[in-house]
C-alpha cells in the first residue's frame, strides 16, 4: 500500500469514531483464515446510518442500541446485507452466514463468516451498502489474504473491485 493510502486511512479511521458527521464512511474487514478454511468479515458502521436505511428499506422503527430495539433486527439486518455484499472467490459466489452485531458508542458491527474456503487466487468484493441512500458514500475493504493485506475503496460509481494473488 502506498505512503499516501496509509496517511489517509491512518486519519480517516479515528474520525470515524465521532458522533456527528458529515462524511459516509464504512469499512469491511476480510481475513482468510488457512486453519479453519474460513473466511471472517467483520463491518463497521455508523449506527444512524445503518438506521436510516433499514428504517426507510423495511418501514419500520428499528431503534437500533436503545432499549425499544425491535426483537427482529437481525433478521432484517441479515437481510440487507444479503441483499447489497457479495463476495466470489475463485470465480465462485460465496455464502456466508451473519453470526451477529454489536455496538460501540455510534458505529456498529456486523460479523459475517464463510466456510470451505481453502484457497484464494482471486477475491471480487461488492459493497453496495448505504450507497442508494449517502451519495459520497465510500466502503472501504481491508482484506488479508495470502499473508497480504491490501485495500479497496468502493463508491457508487464503483461498488465492486477484483484483486488476483
Known amino acids: 500500500m502506498g505512503f499516501y493510502k496509509k496517511i489517509f ?6 474520525l470515524l469514531s465521532f458522533t456527528a458527521h458529515k462524511y459516509y464512511v464504512s469499512m469491511t ?4 483464515v488457512k486453519e479453519e478454511n474460513s473466511i471472517q468479515i467483520t463491518m463497521r458502521f ?7 436505511i433499514i428504517n426507510n428499506r423495511f ?5 437500533l442500541a436503545t432499549n425499544e430495539e425491535l426483537t427482529e433486527t437481525d ?7 444479503h441483499q447489497k455484499f457479495e ?10 452466514t451473519f453470526l451477529g452485531k454489536e455496538y460501540d458508542n455510534d458505529v456498529m458491527f456486523f460479523y459475517l463468516e464463510s466456510t470451505d474456503i481453502k484457497e484464494i487466487n482471486s477475491i471480487e468484493v461488492k459493497n453496495k451498502m448505504l450507497l442508494e441512500m449517502f451519495e459520497e458514500q465510500q466502503n472501504y475493504i481491508k482484506l488479508h489474504i495470502n499473508d497480504q493485506i491490501k485495500t479497496m475503496v468502493l463508491m ?3 461498488d465492486k473491485e477484483m484483486l488476483k494473488y
Open 9 to 14: 486511512l491512518i486519519i480517516i479511521i479515528p
Open 29 to 32: 474487514k476480510i481475513k482468510h
Open 46 to 52: 455508523f449506527i444512524d446510518d445503518i438506521e436510516k
Open 59 to 63: 418501514k419500520k422503527e428499528f431503534n
Open 75 to 81: 433478521k432484517f439486518l441479515n437481510i440487507y446485507i
Open 87 to 96: 463476495v466470489k472467490i475463485n470465480d465462485q459466489l460465496i455464502e456466508y
Open 156 to 158: 457508487r460509481e464503483n
